[in-house]
């Protein structure tokens, strides 16, 4: 797990983070039930083309897999890990008010958490000015599912490190900092919480697309910078200014995927 001291001064690291080993499945079925709480890029009904859904989802593709036998998915565009005034499931809390109702815990759920990309993004937004306050209900958020049970026994709450979204085509100088922020932020609470709670762990999204920005060739990828809806199912990452395409998609499940034998070692 990267640290405050692998989020370098001035940018993000390219290779600070630890070397990927790309580990054989211990088993391909993981878990009975996914569970999943973000925002557009875990959105089963996100319409990347504004046109009509194109691709599948990186959880979808992990139930198609055979990684997980069921989905219950409630992340929809635009979440943030702030609350405030939005439409339904549109925040964290939100979605955690839906899902904690009845929650229906079996003894092997596998929860991910992943959000920050809205955050980061508001930064026009007096609220999302310095983050503090997504980051507090963000806490308050991971803490109501490590007491309903989400990383006891069998079961593992996985947070989710977003991929460096400076990187994004939709290129905003304030997003690096702000990335880096939210990093350390991610990176010092799971480590805090894994503390007591040895079932929640890190989905390292951000080292895992760390690495495919600076080898790209190796993930059969040619363009990792500009939106190319064409080739995003192919050899583009970006299908519009801030969303992948398919083959992002498929990248996201691997790595996903990647975390899921990680559990298996764990329980």
């Given at each position: 797990?990267?640290?405050?001291?692998?989020?370098?001064?001035?940018?993000?690291?390219?290779?600070?983070?630890?070397?990927?080993?790309?580990?054989?499945?211990?088993?391909?079925?993981?878990?009975?039930?996914?569970?999943?709480?973000?925002?557009?890029?875990?959105?089963?009904?996100?319409?990347?083309?504004?046109?009509?859904?194109?691709?599948?989802?990186?959880?979808?593709?992990?139930?198609?897999?055979?990684?997980?036998?069921?989905?219950?998915?409630?992340?929809?565009?635009?979440?943030?890990?702030?609350?405030?005034?939005?439409?339904?499931?549109?925040?964290?809390?939100?979605?955690?008010?839906?899902?904690?109702?009845?929650?229906?815990?079996?003894?092997?759920?596998?929860?991910?958490?992943?959000?920050?990309?809205?955050?980061?993004?508001?930064?026009?937004?007096?609220?999302?000015?310095?983050?503090?306050?997504?980051?507090?209900?963000?806490?308050?958020?991971?803490?109501r599912l490590l007491t309903a049970g989400a990383a006891t026994?069998?079961?593992?709450?996985?947070?989710?490190a977003v991929h460096d979204w400076s990187r994004n085509p939709?290129?905003?100088?304030?997003?690096?900092?702000?990335?880096?922020?939210?990093?350390?932020?991610?990176?010092?609470?799971?480590?805090?919480?894994?503390?007591?709670?040895?079932?929640?762990?890190?989905?390292?999204?951000?080292?895992?697309?760390?690495?495919?920005?600076?080898?790209?060739?190796?993930?059969?990828?040619?363009?990792?910078?500009?939106?190319?809806?064409?080739?995003?199912?192919?050899?583009?990452?970006?299908?519009?200014?801030?969303?992948?395409?398919?083959?992002?998609?498929?990248?996201?499940?691997?790595?996903?995927?990647?975390?899921?034998?990680?559990?298996?070692?764990?329980?």
């Open positions: 797990m990267l640290s405050r001291r692998h989020i370098i001064a001035g940018g993000l690291a390219a290779v600070a983070a630890p070397s990927i080993v790309r580990a054989a499945p211990i088993t391909n079925r993981v878990t009975q039930r996914l569970v999943v709480l973000g925002d557009s890029y875990s959105d089963p009904l996100y319409d990347t083309a504004q046109t009509s859904k194109v691709f599948p989802s990186w959880p979808e593709l992990l139930v198609n897999r055979g990684r997980a036998v069921s989905m219950r998915n409630l992340a929809v565009s635009g979440a943030t890990a702030m609350d405030y005034s939005s439409p339904l499931n549109g925040t964290f809390k939100k979605q955690l008010d839906t899902f904690l109702a009845a929650p229906n815990y079996g003894p092997d759920d596998i929860t991910v958490v992943y959000f920050g990309y809205n955050d980061i993004a508001r930064y026009a937004d007096a609220r999302w000015a310095n983050l503090n306050q997504a980051k507090a209900d963000f806490r308050v958020g991971v803490d026994g069998n079961r593992r709450l996985l947070i989710t939709k290129k905003r100088t304030e997003f690096l900092p702000r990335t880096r922020h939210w990093l350390t932020f991610t990176y010092d609470f799971i480590a805090q919480r894994r503390a007591t709670h040895r079932g929640m762990l890190c989905a390292n999204v951000y080292r895992r697309f760390t690495d495919i920005f600076a080898r790209p060739l190796v993930y059969g990828l040619q363009n990792v910078t500009t939106a190319d809806p064409n080739n995003a199912g192919t050899t583009a990452l970006f299908y519009n200014d801030n969303h992948f395409g398919a083959k992002g998609q498929q990248l996201l499940a691997d790595e996903f995927s990647r975390t899921l034998d990680l559990v298996c070692r764990t329980r």
